[in-house]
């Protein structure tokens, strides 16, 4: 059971090298369920009974279903599509000494830098492209390892181990290829697209770590991937969402974009993506505004983003008591000064759903003297107000371009999101 799921959750994260394309793979699963796709800029016919979705920038994603019967409240369980990455940079060939081709990027996010040194990267994202006389997006993959980042040799650096500074646009630029490459990156990609590089007038292309995920440990207790943080949690969501009932609430499985940046973005959980589509439902099923604000009222939020484990070689940067363990639950996150909008009634609330899943939770706080990161659950709670708690699964390395979680975790919050839909 356990390792089933978790063979789907690496298949679906290595069809998901950008946000991007985890949208597409959740639209294709979506369809094969069932679910009518509805535009944004397009009037929306909904029914009692149906199942729909919407993507905004094809980076985020909103699917809900609609009971046949009379209902007042939404469910809804929030994740994020990206990760930190690398993203290359206009006019991004670069060619030095005559030698070597290398590519320019910047960072997206805030990622750990070290281990994106040494292991097999390739370039993947969306393409914006003439076809006649209109512009199409054309997703694009180069699936071979393509690029590496070359860490500079001990003995040019005898410091090496023992300082941690990177020169993002100096030190972490990836190798392509020897001079005659020069010329070539845009070609390479047009060729993976399908269309004409002239044709190529715009891009939003990141690097991504070629190496697959794999199941590991003594026991086989413990899976390691590219971005867990937040595919593991839009994963969870969706097959929950799509192993319930749904049939007492406005089930609604929303996956948000720019998370690692900050959600302050139209796809991102600062935008009214989600404001926008709870509304239009309500207004979809002629109820008036006011009828929408007593719906929120008494909805809920599940705000689904990883969580930190207890390190094993680095216990002291811990919270003394609450020490998350991967394999032993949902972590429920607390912090005092709203990072996460973790109150005493959502965090009870949380409880009882894992509880009727017959699921353990744990608890996550920061150390007092040290300041933690934040989420989308109170950042969408801007926009809109509802009850939420904020959770995650426990892992190892976040931000990291190769992740360690639990292999039992994944199960875990799938049962627990069924529950909620349920």
Known sequence: MYYEIAEKLLDFIKKSPTAFHAVREMETRLKDEGFCELKEEEHWKLEKGGKYFVTRNHSALIAFSIPRKEVSKFHIMASHSDSPAFKIKENPEMLFDNAYVKL??????????????????????????????????????IDRDLLVIPSLAIHMNRE?????????????????????AMGSFWELIAE????????????????????????????????????????????????GFLRAGRENFIAVHCVLDNEEVGSTTRQGAASTFLKDTLLRIHTGLGRSYEEYLMTLAGSFMIS??????????????????????????IVIKYNANQKYCTDAMSAARFKEICRKANVPYQTFVNRSDMPGGSTLGNIANTQVAVSAVDIGLAQLGMHSPYETAGVRDTWYLIQAAKEFFQ
């Not at 090496?160 to 005659?180: C, R, T, V």
């Open 304 to 329: 689904a983003d990883n969580a930190h484990s207890v390190h094993p070689n680095y216990g002291d940067k811990a919270d003394p008591v609450n020490h998350p363990v991967m394999n032993r639950g």
């Open 104 to 141: 320019n990027v910047e960072k997206y996010g805030g990622m750990l830098c070290a281990p994106w040194f040494d292991r097999p990267l390739s370039v993947a994202g969306r393409l914006a492209v003439r076809e006649g006389e209109e512009l199409v997006e054309k997703l694009v993959c």
């Open 192 to 239: 993976a697209a399908g269309v004409k590089k002239e044709d190529i007038l715009g891009h939003d292309l990141y690097l991504y770590n070629r190496t697959l995920g794999t199941v590991w440990g003594a026991k086989g207790e413990f899976l390691s991937s590219a971005r867990l943080d937040d595919l593991q949690c839009a994963f969870s969501s969706m097959e």
């Open 160 to 180: 090496a181990n023992e300082k941690a500074s990177y020169n993002i646009q100096k030190e972490l630029l990836p190798l392509y290829g020897e001079a005659d």
